[in-house]
């Protein structure tokens, strides 16, 4: 299977790195932003910058190149499901390519339900990243805030700062070279209830990018990560 990756940072060196390291892989080309892809692949990464994914985009759905985005703090309105799959494109986006997250996230939906049968329990999140991370709270952290919402009605969505009633309030820490860390915190005044994620190294997100860039072989339409963990961890939840 032939890949390609845009950018050249932490994570798509990351990807390069691993994939080299497959025997079921080629790395067709690795560019940097501004740098044109040499020929097709039969599926691409995103892991550039965010004012570059428009047109990175633009590329996966005039070639019909199965495009998998790692980059975040870019405006997502630019994807429309629909427009994809009748221009016959394929694009997955998330935040996090973690299948240990992806666990973290569905339990953060029941942790939600959970909260919705005490009305004075609260229910935020804490996420820590090294000093260079852009973004601030991180894509990871709102996904998890998301899944939150999804699981109790007394929460509409997420705010950092201070608390505000029917936020999920998210606190963001930059500093040193911590990788990432979440934290849910579920808290009642009589007992608390915390889940937590730490990655160790990139290698785990490179290691799901792979298996995303894998799973989005010839396949058309607009999907996330939960898509591909839907067929590993869901399972597990049925069992």
């Known amino acids: 299977m032939r890949i390609g990756i845009f950018g050249r940072g932490k994570l798509g060196s990351a990807v390069a790195a691993l994939a080299a390291r497959e025997g079921d892989l080629e790395l067709a080309w690795f560019v940097d932003v501004g740098e044109e892809p040499s020929g097709p692949v039969d599926a691409a990464l995103d892991a550039s910058a965010s004012g570059a994914v428009s047109s990175h985009v633009d590329w996966a759905v005039k070639t019909k190149t199965p495009f998998v985005v790692a980059t975040t703090g870019w405006d997502a309105s630019i994807l429309d499901g629909p427009k994809l799959a009748a221009a016959g494109a394929g694009i997955l ?71 505000e009633e029917g936020k999920i309030n998210i606190a963001s820490l930059r500093a040193g070279l911590e990788i990432g860390y979440h934290e849910i915190r579920y808290e009642t005044g009589v007992d608390n209830i915390v889940l937590s994620h730490e990655a160790d190294s990139r290698d785990l997100f490179a290691k799901g990018a792979l298996v995303a860039l894998r799973w989005m072989k010839g396949r058309r339409g607009l999907f996330s990560f939960d898509d591909v963990a839907a067929d590993v961890i869901d399972p597990l939840f049925a069992r």
């Open 93 to 163: 986006v998330s935040p996090n390519f973690s299948l240990s997250v992806a666990f973290v996230r569905r339990a953060a939906v029941a942790l939600g339900r959970f909260a919705a049968l005490d009305e004075g329990s609260s229910l935020a999140i804490v996420e820590r990243h090294h000093a260079m991370k852009a973004d601030a709270p991180s894509g990871t952290a709102k996904h998890l805030a998301e899944a939150l919402v999804l699981g109790c009605p007394r929460y509409d969505g997420w705010n950092s700062g201070r608390a």
